[in-house]
């Protein structure tokens, strides 16, 4: 029996040594070692020790070369091996060469110190937890052929200021950007299709986002505890509205649910604080999957929902717990005392006003135009949102809904 637990010990070394190998090792144009598999004739970089830290003696500014010789033999760089730099924290900027177009998950893990990493013009996809705890990463350039972002690819990157994702991305990961505490900007452009759960939750300092209309789920957790978003865009193309998306977002001051949604899940606005004002323009009241989707509201402000719905509002369950429900026209509005006011391809145009004064404010309250009108000038609105319109002297305001 203990020989054959010695023979079982000793294979499961041979295995193990054969795992954490590497065929060659070679000096890197920034002079530091590293090592390398040879797979399907090409190099890839791995790890020195499968445990973290990979390489404790690696640190400075590393440039990875795009092709490396051993025995002979060039071969091209193509890939980056999963948990190849795990917590590298000498580890300060990495510069990454055209050849290659993989970067295998968690392969930066936990490198504390690194501030900067210049990614291949080639690489179509940053995996799961590639930088995830790079509390030091500063800013990152995305290639223009990038099409998704991982889970947890940039968790608890702290120092991350920005995230100007290109044009060419359609998915970001579940916790893509988690922790994110000193994200102040992200763009997701009009070919992002999914947003993973609690993909941006916890970004602090992120006071801003605009939805692309080409999302039609906001999934559970997507920006909850941004306690500094004090503005969202949703898009007319979203129907669902998943468990605590907006949860703790308490610099929130107005929220519009587009005509679109049909059903706001549990917690999804919960605890945001500073809601003065919530616009639902579907006609129908969307479905709401529990009583703590506004917990912690103040449901004394106004609720403004399309006209012919307030009754309806007023007798649903979660929203009748508003007590001050006002119903408002979600089109322009035509020939209102010889005025009018419509919505045309992003614009407001306002007609028969000519001379007098025209303001027109966000939902959030902040003024977007003020000045004379001029008989049928079209104001280009910023986003798609609710907007009112005030003109001259008139008693009401006009509620403009651009798409």
């Not at 998915?171 to 992002?192: K, W």
């Not at 865009?233 to 998943?242: F, K, L």
């Not at 003020?370 to 280009?380: F, I, L, M, P, S």
């Amino acid at each position: 029996m203990k020989k054959t637990l010695l023979v079982l010990f000793a294979l499961m070394a041979m295995s193990l040594s054969n795992v954490w190998a590497y065929d060659f090792s070679a000096v890197a144009p920034s002079g530091q070692t590293l090592y390398y598999n040879i797979v399907r004739g090409k190099a890839q970089v791995t790890y020195k020790h499968a445990s973290a830290p990979s390489y404790a003696d690696l640190s400075g500014a590393l440039v990875i070369p795009s092709s490396v010789e051993h025995n002979g033999t060039t071969y091209p760089v193509a890939a980056i091996e999963s948990y190849a730099f795990n917590g590298c924290n000498g580890l300060a900027e990495v510069t990454i060469p055209n050849s290659l177009t993989a970067i295998g998950s968690y392969a930066f893990p936990n490198c504390s110190n690194l501030t900067s990493v210049i990614l291949p013009a080639t690489l179509t996809a940053i995996e799961a937890g590639t930088f995830n705890g790079c509390s030091s990463l500063a800013s990152m350039a995305f290639p223009a052929s990038l099409t998704a972002i991982g889970e947890r690819a940039f968790q608890n990157c702290s120092s991350l200021a920005g995230a100007a994702l290109p044009a060419s991305v359609t998915t970001i990961g579940e916790g893509a950007f988690n922790g994110c505490n000193g994200l102040a900007e992200v763009t997701l452009p009009a070919s992002v299709t999914t947003i993973g759960e609690g993909a941006f939750s916890g970004c602090g300092s992120l006071t801003e986002v605009t939805i692309p209309a080409s999302v039609t789920l906001i999934r559970d957790r997507v920006f909850a505890s941004c306690v500094g978003l004090a503005s969202v865009t949703i898009p007319a193309s979203v129907t669902y509205i998943g468990e605590g998306a907006f949860a703790s977002c308490n610099s929130l001051a107005s929220v519009t649910i587009p005509a679109s949604v049909t059903f706001i899940c549990n917690g999804a606005f919960q605890y945001c604080s500073s809601l003065a004002s919530i616009y639902s323009l579907a006609a129908t009241p969307p479905t709401i999957g529990g009583s703590r989707a506004f917990e912690g509201v103040d449901k004394t402000i106004p609720l403004y929902v399309p006209a012919m719905s307030a009754p309806l509002y007023a007798t649903a369950s979660v929203w009748s717990d508003f007590n001050t429900i006002v119903g408002i026209a979600t089109q322009g509005i035509d020939e209102v005392d010889g005025m009018s006011v419509e919505s045309v391809a992003g614009a407001i145009v306002v007609g028969g006003a000519a001379g007098q004064s025209v303001t027109i404010f966000d939902i959030a309250g902040r003024v977007v135009v003020r000045e004379q009108a001029v008989e049928g000038k079209t104001y280009t609105m910023p986003r798609n949102g609710v907007y009112l319109v005030k003109v001259g002297n008139h008693p009401a305001e006009k509620v403009v809904v651009v798409r």
